[in-house]
């Protein structure tokens, strides 16, 4: 029975099975499922074809001989038909990280920080898509010959030498108390242009007030001049005033 179970190979999902026979690597991958019939003398070696992340941490100089730790991940899957291939060229999947992937990325990593002018620029987005897209084709090119497909490469998080940080946090205080003084400025300037506005429309009514009563004056002095004219020819009044001027006289 346990013999007989030997005749076939059940492979989990998400996984591919390689067989040696006598150490001798064979060339076709088994996908998941199960393959039957099969030598029952072989040896099974599995390969996890699914998508994997390898996150690593690297201190990265800049032109400016400044350290600039930086956290990347690289997104990747193993190439499930290179899987006979990469068994009997590096081994375990362990060794394809410890031999290919690991060394490659920091060695990116390194060169595409010499590219760099200063560390603080590392900070700029156009900064870490370039960097993240160099990464990406790299890897790529040298990987996919090995086995491995790298689907992504991710830039998860930067920090800057402490002094540069502390720097940049007093630059971004002061630009903050820069907005703030233009914020009260503009807010004091309003307020004045409102009160001279203000003002102005204070002196536009006086001085309307002032042209309306002078305007009324003027029409009363006016209405009292011609009734003064009025007064003035009429007989009776005349002879009324010389009355008054002979018994004065008297």
């Known amino acids: 029975m346990v013999f007989g179970s030997r005749f076939y190979q059940s492979v989990p999902a998400g996984v591919v099975a390689v067989a040696t026979l006598f150490g001798e690597v064979q060339p076709k991958h088994y996908p998941e499922g199960l393959a039957i019939p099969v030598n029952p003398l072989y040896q ?57 992937i690991v060394p490659k990325l920091r060695s990116l990593i390194r060169e595409q920080g010499k590219t760099i002018k200063r560390a603080e620029d590392f900070f700029r987005e156009e900064t870490q898509s370039v960097l993240q897209a160099a990464l990406l084709e790299g890897l790529k090119d040298y990987l996919i010959s090995k086995g491995v497909d790298v689907e992504a490469v991710l830039i998860r998080d930067i920090s800057l030498p402490p002094f540069i940080t502390k720097a940049i946090e007093a630059k971004k205080e002061r630009e903050q108390e820069v907005e703030k003084q ?69």
């Open 44 to 100: 099974w070696h599995f390969y996890d074809v699914r998508q994997k992340t390898h996150s690593e941490t690297s201190q990265v100089p800049s032109q400016d001989q400044l350290q600039t730790k930086i956290d990347v991940s690289v997104q990747y899957r193993l190439v499930a038909a290179d899987t006979p291939r990469i068994l009997k060229e590096t081994g375990a999947i362990s060794n394809v990280l410890a031999v290919h």
């Open 182 to 250: 233009k914020a009260e400025l503009e807010r004091y300037n309003t307020e004045q242009q409102q009160k001279i506005a203000l003002a102005v429309a204070e002196k536009d009514a006086a001085e309307a007030e002032a042209e309306k009563r002078r305007m009324l004056a003027d029409a009363q002095a006016y209405e009292i001049t011609k009734i003064n004219e009025a007064i003035g020819k009429n007989p009776n009044y005349v002879k009324l005033q010389a009355l008054k001027s002979l018994e004065a006289i008297s």
